[in-house]
């Protein structure tokens, strides 16, 4: 395919099953695939991922290239259930994250 979409699809299965999946899809994506992975999982999300949106309610929250930072931030969000408005506040949640 040119563009492959995975919607929460490397979340099912047991872990040898999880692995073997996530490898097959690095593989596929190297080959110059484009791919877009919906998925709640910070650890996929890092693993696979060049470029981040985050959505919430169907509003973007934030875009970028910086996967780790939105990351934290995202995992901020879901500890603190507050929302981060704009890219100050984003980073803040990151920085926030990283001194627990």
Known sequence: PDIL??????????GAFRIKSGDK?????????TGILVSH????????????LWLDHG????FGS????????YEQFMATKKLPEGE????????ALLKE
């Open 41 to 52: 999982s910070g650890g996929q999300v890092r693993d696979m991922c060049n470029k981040i």
């Open 59 to 62: 509003k973007q929250v934030a």
């Open 88 to 95: 100050e506040e984003i980073r803040a949640a990151a920085e």
């Open 66 to 73: 910086d996967v780790q930072m939105l990351c934290d931030a």
């Open 5 to 14: 979409i995975l919607d929460e699809v490397l979340s099912v299965g047991d």
């Open 25 to 33: 899809m690095k593989e596929i994506l190297s080959g110059g695939v």
